[in-house]
T-cell receptor, first 112, second 114 residues
């Protein structure tokens, strides 16, 4: 399996608090992605990165920010969490855009 | 804009029978197409991809998929289903002019009954 680790794996927090999820890879892949998975919606892209400090928005980026200061780490931040952001968040990596993505095991985030 | 449709939320087949999970797509450029499988409480796992070349693509665990440009389809198939194939399957598309942004279908739950 590709070396990709998400932390934390589970988190419960309250509305209005900041939350940061971390994705760490050991594969030196160029591309990193954050998705959310909700019933009936499949996977939806939040943000992705195509290199250190190079990021772009996905289809559901409102309320989320990202940072990539090192090749191996991609952080997803919810500045002020809302209940609508309760979801399962997946990080993925790929060496190039035309290559398959390898996924972490997800972070289950509950916002009360 | 690119999009993917998986018209069936659920597919049920008997063990040993052939299975098909359907996927149609829409892109403005040439498509990169992927199938992934997800087991409970796990991330998605790559099964197969089509970038260019032969329309019939073979992948992991005996799965294959046929790219049909005229019908804009990329159906996943397996000649003989196993109970262990029961899982959630996702089709994904990426436009070759839209590097980095993949669009996933909503997923199809495959149940294989003994």
């Amino acid at each position: 399996d590709a070396g990709i680790t998400q932390s934390p794996r589970h988190k419960v927090t309250e509305t209005g608090t900041p939350v940061t999820l971390r994705c760490h890879q050991t594969e030196n892949h160029r591309y990193m992605y954050w998705y959310r998975q909700d019933p009936g919606h499949g996977l939806r892209l939040i943000h992705y990165s195509y290199g250190v400090k190079d990021t772009d928005k996905g289809e559901v980026s409102d309320g989320y920010s990202v940072s990539r200061s090192k090749t191996e780490d991609f952080l997803l931040t919810l500045e002020s969490a809302t209940s609508s952001q309760t979801s399962v968040y997946f990080c993925a990596i790929s060496p190039e855009a035309d290559q398959p993505q390898h996924f972490g095991d997800g972070t289950r985030l509950s916002i009360l | 804009a690119q999009s993917v449709a998986q018209p069936e939320d659920q597919v049920n087949v008997a063990e040993g029978n052939p299975l098909t999970v359907k996927c149609t797509y829409s892109v403005s450029g040439n498509p990169y197409l992927f199938w992934y499988v997800q087991y409970p409480n796990r991330g998605l796992q790559f099964l197969l991809k089509y970038i260019t070349g032969d329309n019939l693509v073979k992948g992991s665990y005996g799965f294959e998929a046929e790219f049909n440009k005229s019908q804009t389809s990329f159906h996943l198939k397996k000649p003989s289903a196993l109970v262990s194939d029961s899982a959630l399957y996702f089709c994904a598309v990426r436009d070759n002019t839209n590097a980095g942004k993949s669009t996933f279908g909503d997923g199809t739950t495959l149940t294989v009954k003994p």
